[in-house]
């Protein structure tokens, strides 16, 4: 009889967590919606204290821990980029291919508008070699887009392997550099990660770099090292993908505890994964993709009060994420597509199916998936990946999760 009202209360417990997130008490996507028993999910809390700042790597240049992601429709939110810099949130993060470069048109709407306040942002976006590996007229493109004529911080686009580095982005680098157009120059990568941060620390000409880290993977000891030997050079480390989410929807016992202690604490279990990554001092900012204000003000009160994740929190955290490894795609696809006779595309699947699951937004998932190869497409439901599935060090279900996003996604 026990057992049953155990279940029952197990149940009943699970539904109200469920309920919370719905209407704002808990975790939304992308961030966090920050609750207070005597307010409702309509009212924001905005951050009372100054955005705290880091220098970036060797640059000294003074940055906010908290980076607004320019993945959702700046250009008809404007109000974004004002409450933005209200609330001391000082680096924007953009990109040629968001929005198809919608997303720079947005900002650019706002310098246009408001130039004084160019100065006071620290301002990146990012070139695709899969888009082609003509920079220079691209770059020009997007300043334009951006009205201004420099970026603070370039970024190579998403790369997946040290190599993609070349000597002659060096060169173009420091070509751009001295015309005026680029302060510094790194790269972002969200696959095979350690590798590229690893290889990255052996390059004196690389100022930055956007990364896949959250409470998962700060545990790992090869991007404990790689993250050491980053920080040791100089390179300024901005974090992406806090939240941690993976290509599956976890639902147990530990994840119920764990939002029901943080809401308790008078914040949720999304802005405990951000103070997780603050609280480790080598990384400069924080980049998160924030479409409203709710998300943006609880992210910078987040922000302000990072202390408040004690010693025990992380722990449940550490805890939560051991217990959820067969969840989460930790980006290291090289080992999971160089067993395979046919080349897939697995890592970017993973992310589509990351953006449906913990960003809840089909329409970005969709679109992503829809950019990769027709036939890479295609395949997805004929491959073996019994292979892949063997050489994954989280047990990942790569098989079934490929089948999932070619039925879903079509």
């Not at 005597?38 to 003074?62: D, N, Y």
């Not at 911080?153 to 040290?162: Q, T």
């Not at 590798?195 to 991007?223: T, V």
């Amino acid at each position: 009889m026990s057992s049953h009202n155990d279940k029952n209360s197990r149940t009943s417990r699970r539904d109200f967590f469920k309920k919370a997130a719905a209407i704002g008490l808990g975790a939304t996507v992308s961030g966090s919606s920050l609750w207070r028993p005597q307010e409702t999910s309509a009212q924001i809390t905005i951050p009372k204290e100054p955005m705290p700042r880091r220098p970036f790597g060797r640059s000294g240049i003074m940055v906010s821990t908290l980076s607004l992601g320019g993945m959702f429709d700046i250009l008809n939110n404007q109000l974004m980029l004002g409450k933005a810099l209200d609330w001391g949130i000082n680096y924007w993060d953009t990109a040629e291919g968001y929005g198809q470069g919608r997303s720079e048109e947005g900002i650019g709407r706002w310098f246009a508008r408001n130039p004084q306040t160019r100065k006071q942002v620290f301002l990146v976006t990012k070139l695709s070699t899969r888009r082609g590996g003509e920079f220079s007229s691209r770059l020009d493109e997007s300043l334009k887009r951006l009205h201004t004529d420099y970026i603070d911080l370039f970024f190579v686009h998403g790369i997946g392997d040290i190599k993609e580095m070349e000597v002659s982005l060096e060169s173009w680098g420091q070509t751009m550099k001295k015309a005026g157009k680029i302060r510094l120059f790194g790269f972002s990568t969200h696959s095979n990660m350690e590798e590229c941060l690893e290889g990255a620390a052996k390059l004196p000409w690389i100022d930055g770099i956007m990364f896949s880290y959250n409470y998962r993977l700060m545990h790992e000891p090869r991007m404990k090292a790689a993250v050491e030997a980053c920080y040791k050079a100089g390179i300024g480390l901005t974090a992406m993908k806090t939240q941690g989410g993976g290509p599956v929807k976890s639902d147990n016992e530990s994840e119920i505890e764990m939002a029901g202690r943080f809401m308790q604490k008078g914040f949720s279990d999304s802005q405990a994964k951000l103070m997780a990554v603050w609280q480790d001092k080598r990384i400069a900012c924080i980049c998160s993709q924030m479409p409203n204000l709710t998300i943006m003000a609880a992210n910078a009160v987040a922000a302000v009060e990072q202390t408040r994740l004690s010693k025990s929190d992380r722990v449940l955290l550490a805890r939560y994420a051991e217990e959820t490894r067969a969840d989460y795609c930790a980006g290291c696809e090289r080992l999971c597509t160089e067993v395979l006779a046919e080349r897939m595309p697995i890592g970017d699947v993973m992310r589509c199916l990351m953006y449906f699951h913990s960003y809840q937004d089909l329409g970005l998932a969709r679109s992503t998936f829809q950019a990769l190869p027709a036939q890479a497409r295609e395949l997805l439901t004929q491959v073996d990946f019994s292979e892949a599935e063997r050489s994954c060090p989280r047990n990942l279900q790569i098989g079934r999760l490929m089948r999932e996003a070619a039925t879903l996604f079509v």
